[in-house]
């Protein structure tokens, strides 16, 4: 994780060198903040270039389009995902492991995983069109296998529930009230109680 930026993996988005990675993990930033703003089909690449403070020409040696910036933001944001799950299944399948899983998924929906969850669920047609979004929600169903406190149907209804808590408290609802931050360490705590 490059400071408080979305994961960029070397290789997957050219030099990891300090000042291309970071003048990416900047454009994912302002790209989400603008579609989460604007929504998708109405943010443009002026748009982002302007926030940004750079010229369209300097974002296009980067990207060619929106939809190659949220192709680039969802592929890392599945790499963090492909990384906690390698982590999980090296340890061993107790409610200490579960938790810790929880842990870390309510620290990825924190910063700016978080805010790409928002953007994903309100604006589902964009994500359809997006040809990774199949495999994204495999490596949830097997995140949701992870926190599965027995092979019971109980048990994996309870990993699924705590996955959905997480994903529930991050979404932008005045009828759970409170802020993302509190709706997320209430949704931990229930999550916790669901693996135990």
Known sequence: MTGQGIPVRAGAEGKADGRRTNTRTRIHEVALELFAELGYERTTMRQIADRLGITRPALYYHYRSKEDILAAVHRDLAYSVDELLAW??????????????LRRLHALM??????FTRFAQASEAAMRDLSAAAEFSQRMDDVGTLLSPSDTVEGRIKGRLALSALFMANARSA??????????????EIAYELVR
Not at 88 to 101: D, H, L, N, S, Y
Request: no cysteine; proline share 6%; net charge neutral.
């Open 88 to 101: 999980a299944k090296a340890q061993p399948a107790t409610g200490a492991t579960r938790q810790e899983v």
């Open 110 to 115: 924190s910063g700016p995983w978080g805010i």
């Open 175 to 188: 009828q759970l009230g409170g802020s993302t931050a509190e709706r997320m360490d209430a949704a931990l």
